[in-house]
């Protein structure tokens, strides 16, 4: 199947820096993009789309959710994050079944679609059926099935949280042509204990897996762990091998100069959830910190009851504004930066090759934002258009592996109206 888009303005990455091609054209065939530039190339299309009107951005990558967490979205609002995990939270997951599971993350998927995400990092119980909702919708995801302890007397061979992720990465990881990935998952410091991070790490270890962790995400648990250990989160998941697979963490609100010396010289990615981390109170993490020390940093929205939504566009916008304002600094985060930490950095923390630009031998993942709304004209900066004025409304089409997804309002891929069915099915037997 080969395609050609048209008459856009584009915004990719060349030798690390942002570009933007005005009247463009990207030709794709099948999963692959095969030309970007300004005249359209030699050669028979089965489609030709003109998009006129639109700029084409690379798909983003929400790297730290909780996608079924879209059943929960409201409940506990206006309260620190510990009352609202234990007092809130955890009392609807327990009666969580694996149907109502299915469908918040299919719910999840198309609120990703339909804001221009292409790509996630998901930690959450019955993960088996993400991955299917996942593949048979045609996103990419990085998938893990979070590992916590609270049992000080449960030996770590007997965990049935260890069991399912290890028999999750061995019958899903690179499954759906490469789509879907899995991860290996430790909850948290303050869910887990140091028996079963140090066992559960060296598996991930053998089998060259991908370790995803929230970390000091308020300044409360960065201190209770130092009080309780001698050490920080950071370095207490140092100690015990967490770091020595490939790993992100999420949050970071609270690290310190040595912490990330470690994360830097770990090769540890860090996931910016601004949209969180302002909700929940926790603090504003040092992002551009992590940038000058050389740290990978990438952006996620976190769940749909912390959030409360999963639009990556609207995270591009606060995780700009919040820094400049809180430097009084209007250069700190700019537009180039923040396109670059939900797209071309997204790929690079999920291993994911060729992925993350829209760059000939790359995948063909693409986004059309309109500029023919009232809140995207005049088209003067595309890049700073992207990042300061364009919302969920403005996106005409997903695409994903050279696939559309989404387009004028249609989901492509996912049954709107069975989707709505179960959701409403399980909100109302919940609550």
Known sequence: MKTLLKNAQIINFTDNKINVIKNGCVAINNEYITYV???APAGEFDTVKDMRGSILIPGLYNCHTHSPMTLLRGIGSDLPLDKWLFDTVFPVEDKLTADDIEAGTYLALMEMVA??????????????????AVGKAGLKANISRPVQCFDPQERPEDSYRIRQSLELFDKYHNSFGGRVLVDFCIHAEYTCDEKTTRYYSDRCRERKGNMHIHISE???????????YGKTPTQWFDSLGAFDSRAFAAHCVELTEN???IMKARGVSIVHNPSSNMKLGSGFAPVERFIEKGINVALGTDGAASNNNLDMLEEMHLASVIHNGY???????SADKIIKLATVNGALLQGRESCGNIKEGYRADIVALSVDNPNMMPCLDPVALTVYSAGRGDVLMTMCDGKILYENGEFLTIDKE??????????????
């Not at 804001?115 to 993400?130: A, H, I, K, L, N």
């Not at 069975?418 to 609550?431: H, Q």
């Open 218 to 228: 308020t300044e409360k648990e960065h201190r209770q762990c130092i009080e309780k």
């Open 327 to 333: 430097h009084r600094d209007a250069t700190v985060m």
């Open 259 to 261: 912490d990330m010396d």
């Open 37 to 39: 530039g300004i005249s």
């Open 418 to 431: 069975k989707v709505f069915y179960d959701v409403r099915k399980a909100i109302e037997r919940l609550y």
């Open 115 to 132: 804001s221009g995400t292409v790509s996630f990092s998901d930690m959450y119980f019955e993960p088996e059926r993400t991955c299917e």
